[in-house]
């Protein structure tokens, strides 16, 4: 357990409708990241951040935001949700000085 | 553009066998890579990683082998249990890039039968 909390775990929504999930993790981090897990796909960045409201987009951010106002706080926001966001989000972080990443449970999204 | 690919979608070996997963980079600038294993329902777990300075990595049942000349790394996991069932994913980071951003593989589907 890397003390990393995602939130909600579960959520159902509508197109059209905003989302926000939640990262929090326990440890002080400098670094954060959202991927979203789809079958064929493997995981994929959607944004990182490196620091308080540092951040930058990965590979696939069309359609999503994030901030980061607190070191323990990452969020990530489908600003109008579509069908095609549907998917599981994961969040995680790395350590300073190392090389690995370490993810937390995954917020798996429908939008209907 | 892939820069990290895993071309068996899935794999299917018997309890106590070896299990052989295969993983193949175009970037030469990754210099670290990882493997992480995924079971259903949770995130990603990080289980052995292994260095460009090294072709050998090994905890335990998993080996990690790395031939940089044709850019493709191995997972060996020996003996497989019910337990090792799940989704591999292979990692590759460029370490003296910024930000320490990961690219994975799509996965490959591990099932051991007992």
């Known amino acids: 357990d890397a003390g990393i909390t995602q939130s909600p775990r579960h959520k159902v929504t509508e197109t059209g409708t905003p989302v926000t999930l939640r990262c929090h993790q326990t440890e002080n981090h400098r670094y954060m990241y959202w991927y979203r897990q789809d079958p064929g796909h493997g995981l994929r960045l959607i944004h990182y951040?490196?620091?308080?409201?540092?951040?930058d987009k990965g590979e696939v951010s069309d359609g999503y935001s994030v901030s980061r106002s607190k070191t323990e706080d990452f969020l990530l926001t489908l600003e109008s949700a579509t069908s095609s966001q549907t998917s599981v989000y994961f969040c995680?972080?790395?350590?300073?000085?190392?090389?690995?990443?370490?993810f937390g449970a995954g917020t798996r999204l429908s939008v209907l | 553009d892939q820069q990290v690919k895993q071309n068996s979608p899935s794999l299917s070996v018997q309890e106590g066998r070896i299990s052989i997963l295969n993983c193949d980079y175009t970037n030469s600038m990754f210099d670290y890579f990882l493997w992480y294993k995924k079971y259903p329902a949770e995130g990603p777990t990080f289980l052995i990683s292994i260095s460009s300075i090294k072709d050998k990595n090994e905890d335990g049942r998993f080996t990690v082998f790395l031939n940089k000349s044709a850019k493709h790394l191995s997972l060996h996991i020996v003996p497989s249990q019910p337990g090792d069932s799940a989704v591999y994913f292979c990692a590759a980071l460029n370490s003296g890039g910024s930000n320490y951003k990961l690219t994975f593989g799509k996965g490959t589907l591990l099932t051991v039968n007992p």
């Open positions: 951040s490196y620091g308080v409201k540092d951040t």
């Open positions: 995680a972080i790395q350590p300073s000085g190392g090389n690995i990443q370490y």
